[in-house]
Each structure stands twice: as structure tokens, then as C-alpha cells.
């Protein structure tokens, strides 16, 4: 089945119409919350069946937003192709953060607790590390 017709036929199928977006993605939400749930409690066959209602959620907020649903697959595919360079420049008295080449903000450096905090950030978000006089 091509995921538009499937689209389609969940949307016909479906046990409710949300009133606007919101409540489509609040419902979204709730079944994925319900499957973290069953997850947690070691419930794998009950977070498979939420996960599967989830996905009807989000085919019905497609449907809702009037997306085409090609046409966000092929952007998310896309997207995860394009590698997000993260930069983190280190001056003599402040830090710069790059992304994609593109400066993104800073903050002043006033010691080494500062020094070090900034440090860990940029490898906690895997950011490469330049060091500048």
C-alpha cells in the first residue's frame, strides 16, 4: 500500500475528527505516552499496539495539515542526510558557536569554570572545538 492511499484510508476509518490540528497532535501525543508507558513497565506487545495507534494519529494530522505525506518523507530523508557542523570557537575572553558555518551566538569567558563548562557543552553536543589566541 502507498502511504498516501494508506493516509487516505485512515483517515476514513478513523474513530474521531479532531477539531483543529492541536487536538490531532495532542492525541498524537497521548498514544505515544501510552506506549512509553507500556515500555517502562516491560509491556512490549501493548507499546506496539500504541505505537500502531499512533501512527493513525499522525496519518490523521498529516491529513489535517493537508500535508503530502511523499512529499515529508522525502524532506525528513533529506534532512537526515545533511550533516549539521557544529562549531564551537574558543577566543581569549569569550566562546562562539557555528552552525553550518553560520554564527549562532556566544558568551563571555570570565574564568576557568567558565572555561570548562563551555568545554563540556561543546561535548555534550558533539560541537568540534577551535581554539583561538
Known sequence: MELKEAVEK???NRKYT??????AVSH????????????????KEKAKRELEDALSCMFI???MYDMDIDEAVKNQ?????????KVMVFK???VEIFVN???????????????REAEKMAKDF????????
Open 28 to 43: 498524537l501525543n497521548e498514544e505515544v505516552a501510552e506506549a512509553m508507558k507500556a515500555l517502562m513497565k516491560g509491556e
Open 126 to 133: 558533539n560541537c568540534t572545538v577551535i581554539y583561538e589566541d
Open 18 to 23: 479532531p477539531k483543529d490540528i492541536k487536538e
Open 10 to 12: 485512515i483517515w476514513e
Open 77 to 85: 530523508l533529506h534532512m537526515m542526510k545533511i550533516k549539521t557542523e
Open 61 to 63: 494530522a498529516i491529513k
Open 101 to 115: 558555518g553560520k554564527l549562532k551566538g556566544g558568551w563571555t569567558i570570565w574564568g576557568e569554570e567558565d572555561l
Open 92 to 94: 581569549k575572553d569569550k
